[in-house]
């Protein structure tokens, strides 16, 4: 197997400002990661943290680049998986942070896919009271949505990311040169995030990676249109960034990066994790626009035009048959984007614009219309 962290960078690197921290792309940025992590959070301890898929892979050249002043790096390695995003992971790295003794003035760089990003981002968060983080995500989903914007968190048996805290991290080191290693089937999933920023934002964008998506994913990593994926990770980056800089703490704007969260999360926590976060998200809008058509909020046809670009992309588009239309609406009421007890949805009104703009970004859509189109 070719060693990729050993690749030069051969293109020009990309610097996207996500305000107060700076967002690096490039194939071969894995590099110099140590170097530009140690630039962005200068520390006196680093201590990287990854799971049992990507490390073997990537971690050893990070760990060599962050312990050149002599200091160990410890490497915390969780087993790779959603199963794994919770309060038990969060404390076995906090106590190995804290065996290997590293203090205030330590960094935790974040090396994996949005499981990794959101963990070490929460041990970032609350170890000694904060300390900073770097993020190096290995995934299409980490690298557009899971890296940006701060959201940290685990999950608990009453549903997804339900602990947790905002915090932005340091840099993100973005090589899109690591997908080549990574299962088509994830890249497919990281993909629906894509769909999801065109489909509440950008209508041409929305269009485009439906059909290139079979470039895009392509099996055979050499056989790729590396321009159009390059492109899919810019876009959708800089379109994240616009949101997150627009609201932060979720109070508005940011709500309609949740579209298809609200059933997704649900049906995802409801497979024991067996589907995908993307997956699950995918289904979650084709199910979300068509009630949304069935109050009258949605333009008709706009499910089918989400279903068909999922499709094209080879994504499913139907929700797992197993829990029953009251478990799936039960879990989303214990979703944290539940208020008083009502379910909130974030739809757009047609591809590339998002219903409630001037209400808060989400909408009430009545449990009989949720449960028609899920049953
Ligand atoms: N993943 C949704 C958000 O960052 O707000």
Known sequence: MVDKATRPTRDPVSFIDAGGYEISVAAGLLTRAGEIAAAAAPAHRYAVVSDSNVAPLYASRLVEQLGQSGESVPLCTVPAGEAHKNRESW????????????????AIIALGGGVVCDLAGFVAATFMRGV?????????????????????????????????????????????????????????????????????????????????????????????????LNHVIEKSVRLK??????????????????????????????SGFSMRHGEAVGVGMVLEAAAAERAGVTDAGTASRIRAALESAGLPTARPVGPSVSSILESMRGDKKSRSGEIEYAVPTRIGVMAGAGAGYTVRLSDAVVAEVLA
Not at 91 to 106: E, N, P, V
Request: aromatic letters at 4%; a negative charge; glycine letters at 10%.
């Open 91 to 106: 404390a076995a790295i906090t106590d190995q942070l804290l065996a290997a003794g590293l203090g205030r003035d330590s």
């Open 132 to 228: 900073p983080v770097v993020h190096i995500p290995t995934t299409l989903l980490s690298m557009i949505d899971a890296s940006i914007g701060g959201k940290t968190g685990v999950d608990t048996p009453h549903g997804k990311n339900l602990v947790g805290a905002f915090h932005q991290p340091s840099a993100v080191i973005i090589d899109p040169e690591v997908l080549d290693t990574l299962p088509v089937s994830d890249l497919r999933a990281g993909l629906a995030e894509a769909l999801k920023h065109g489909a509440i934002a950008d209508a041409a964008y929305f269009d485009f990676i439906a059909s290139s998506a079979p470039l895009l994913l392509a099996e055979d990593p050499g056989k790729r249109d590396v321009p159009a």
């Open 241 to 270: 960034v616009g949101v997150v800089a627009a609201d932060e703490r979720e109070n508005g704007a940011r709500k309609a990066l949740n579209f298809g969260h609200t059933i997704g999360h649900a049906i995802e926590l409801l």
